[in-house]
């Protein structure tokens, strides 16, 4: 089993920076690609950031220029630096991650965070 627990969400006022962490833990033996996801009220959930191991990084349009996902493997953490917030950013934040839990199991396994409200006030 891996657990995600995201952090670092909250409310900022239009134009503010947040910073969300998102620590993975349990039987772990690689993580994969890692994102960021976020979901609007009335909204379908829609990536916002993605990173894979070997360093790519792909963003979403709304928040390109905006936005940074970095990701610390030694420490199982993955990062989204959230800049120039506005409040079509508001939405729970989610983090995701394909991940290879046993060594004999070569299969990827999708684990999701429970979320972090982000919150840009108008």
């Known amino acids: 089993q891996v657990q995600l627990v995201e952090s670092g969400g909250g409310l900022v006022q239009p134009g503010g920076s947040l910073r969300l962490s998102c620590v993975a833990s349990?039987?772990?033996?690689?993580?994969?690609?890692m994102g960021w996801y976020r979901q609007a009220p009335g909204k379908e959930r829609e990536l916002v950031a993605s990173?894979?191991?070997?360093?790519?990084?792909n963003y979403a349009d709304s928040v390109k220029g905006r936005f940074t996902i970095s990701r610390d493997d030694a420490k199982n953490t993955l990062y989204l630096q959230m800049n120039s917030l506005s409040p079509e950013d508001t939405a729970v934040y989610y983090c995701?991650?394909?991940?290879?839990?046993?060594?004999?199991?070569?299969?990827?396994?999708?684990?999701w965070g429970q979320g972090t409200q982000v919150t840009v006030s108008s």
């Open positions: 995701n991650a394909l991940v290879r839990t046993a060594y004999t199991d070569y299969r990827q396994y999708n684990y």
């Open positions: 349990g039987t772990i033996v690689i993580i994969n690609t």
């Open positions: 990173a894979t191991r070997g360093g790519s990084a």
